[in-house]
């Protein structure tokens, strides 16, 4: 019922910065936990940020934390990664999903209600 989209994703150089865009329709509420994974070819779907608007509150993956900024645009029904620093470690596949239970118990866990299609991000050295 609830569909995500991403966009943005691309080769880039390391050092480099990509902003990741996740478009959502259907019903959405502004206290769903919305959320960033990644996962590249043969590792396990890896958290990478998450927020919750209406606690104001934003969640980051140690990888993450100082380099990544997620953000959401309620008009717009948007959320946002801003990716600076890329390193070629960053490669992935990056899915934006919701989840309609706030729990910060599970907030990295990949088990999130709704997920997007993908998007691959490229770092080259």
């Known amino acids: 019922q609830v569909q995500l989209v991403e966009s943005g994703g691309g080769l880039v150089q390391a050092g480099g910065s990509l902003r990741l865009s996740c478009a959502a329709s259907g019903r959405t509420f502004t206290g769903y936990t919305m959320g960033w994974f990644r996962q590249a070819p043969g590792k396990e779907r890896e958290f990478v940020a998450a927020?919750?608007?209406?606690?104001?509150?934003?969640y980051y993956a140690d990888s993450a934390k100082g380099r990544f900024t997620i953000s959401r645009d309620i008009v717009k029904n948007t959320m946002y990664l801003q990716m600076n620093s890329l390193k070629p470690e960053d490669t992935a596949v990056y899915y934006c999903?919701?989840?309609?239970?706030?729990?910060?118990?599970?907030?990295?866990?990949?088990?999130?209600?709704?997920w997007g299609q993908g998007t691959q991000v490229t770092v080259s050295s």
């Open positions: 927020i919750i608007h209406s606690l104001g509150g934003t």
């Open positions: 999903a919701a989840r309609s239970r706030s729990d910060l118990r599970k907030i990295a866990s990949p088990t999130y209600d709704y």
